[in-house]
């Protein structure tokens, strides 16, 4: 009979062959991005499917080719007794199947952000660790190819002294995600944030910000300073009360400065040059379709990897703990009158 030591151990041992993988969610995010970069992968098996609306979960099962559908999760989890699971639900009802999934020592990927707070964050990278097993938090931004490759390209030329995210949108008032459920940093602009600590490394030293609610009944609008102990300076710049959408990052070094907008373009700017060397998001992901420009499909390439080696994800969620401690440090370190 198996133990709990001799379970742990398996779940421990590298995977030779497919990755098993039971998926819990049918909606959006799984169907536009995340199950079309599985479904590339000739390492991966999408053995069953769960969705607590049937319809869903049938069209997608039939989509994606999967062969088991399940209204309930622990039947499926019970039955196809996966290497990995995937959970793609919304953030305020991740927690209790988060935690069901990895005391039954499943290694698991979550989208962001990974929990409604840092509190509950933690407490899902104590049940990982404590279970042995691997978690991830789907921040894409950090897997996105062009990001990547400029990051690179800067670093090269010297070390990166500054960094500047930008994330704005329209969205009329009133904005509360999930019926006020979650708010915007810590449920979406929180891909700002994380990008911020991603590039500029090392842990935040400082904090001075600004967060206003504008036209708004609730903060819509988050700028913030943050010194880094890796030298860097992060700017960030968030704001749901502009006209449209936005996603773009700079970095500079001394005599090297980098921009992208992921979705659309990027470029170098060297030495004074007026002229940008351009990047393409395309060319740098080897791929026109959304889910490569925009790192989807590296961060689901990066768990697999992960699981099949045993090696902690670069978003592990004890990594992303540090992102949700800033979304606090944020709200907490406003500048007065700011
Ligand atoms: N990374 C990004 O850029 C990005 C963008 C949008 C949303 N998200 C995140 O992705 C997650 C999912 O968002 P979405 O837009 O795909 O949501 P969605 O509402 O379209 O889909 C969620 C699905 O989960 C199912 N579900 C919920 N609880 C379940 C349970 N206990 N068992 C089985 N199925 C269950 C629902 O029926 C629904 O079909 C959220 O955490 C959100 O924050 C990330």
């Known amino acids: 009979m198996a133990t709990a030591r001799t379970r742990r151990r398996k779940s421990r041992s590298p995977i030779r062959g497919k990755v098993r993988l039971a998926l819990i969610g049918a909606g959006?995010?799984?169907?536009?991005?995340?199950?079309?970069?599985?479904?590339e992968m000739?390492?991966?098996?999408?053995?069953a499917l769960c969705d607590l609306v049937p319809d869903k979960a049938q069209a997608t099962?039939?989509?994606?080719?999967?062969?088991?559908?399940?209204s309930d999760y622990r039947k499926m989890l019970d039955e196809v007794r996966p290497h990995a699971v995937y959970a793609l639900m919304p953030p305020h009802h991740i927690h209790d199947v988060a935690v069901e999934v990895l005391n039954r020592?499943?290694?698991?990927?979550?989208?962001?952000?990974?929990?409604?707070?840092?509190y509950q964050n933690r407490q899902l990278a104590l049940h990982a660790k404590r279970n042995g097993v691997i978690a991830m938090a789907a921040f894409q931004r950090r897997y996105v190819p062009i990001i990547n490759q400029l990051k690179k390209r800067v670093e090269a030329h010297g070390p990166i002294h500054t960094v500047e995210v930008n994330f704005i949108k329209f969205a009329p008032d009133p904005v509360n995600y999930y019926g006020g459920a979650i708010d915007i940093l810590s449920c979406d602009a929180v891909h700002a944030v994380d990008?911020?600590?991603?590039?500029?490394?090392g842990d935040v030293l400082s904090v001075a910000s600004s967060v206003r609610a504008l036209d708004a009944d609730s903060p819509n609008?988050?700028?913030?300073?943050?010194t880094f102990s890796s030298g860097v300076t992060g700017i960030l710049k968030t704001n749901w009360a502009c006209g449209h959408r936005v996603f773009s990052v700079e970095?500079?070094?001394?005599g090297m400065s980098a921009y992208a907008e992921p979705d659309v373009s990027g470029a170098i700017y060297k030495d004074g040059s007026t002229e940008p060397e351009p990047y393409d998001p395309a060319g740098c992901a080897?791929?026109?379709?959304?889910?490569?420009?925009?790192?989807?499909?590296?961060?689901?390439?990066?768990?697999?990897?992960?699981?099949k080696s045993g090696k902690q994800p670069c978003s592990n969620i004890e990594d992303t703990v540090a992102t949700m401690e800033l979304v606090d440090r944020i709200y907490h370190n406003v500048i007065p009158g700011a």
């Open 195 to 201: 990008t911020l600590r991603y590039l500029c490394g």
């Open 28 to 39: 959006g995010m799984a169907n536009g991005v995340h199950y079309p970069s599985l479904s």
């Open 105 to 118: 020592k499943h290694h698991l990927f979550i989208e962001k952000p990974p929990g409604v707070n840092a």
């Open 286 to 307: 080897k791929s026109d379709a959304t889910w490569h420009k925009l790192g989807f499909f590296g961060e689901n390439r990066h768990f697999i990897d992960c699981v």
């Open 221 to 226: 609008s988050f700028y913030a300073l943050v």
């Open 61 to 70: 099962a039939k989509r994606f080719g999967i062969p088991k559908v399940y």
């Open 251 to 254: 970095m500079h070094t001394t």
């Open 42 to 47: 000739a390492d991966v098996d999408m053995a």
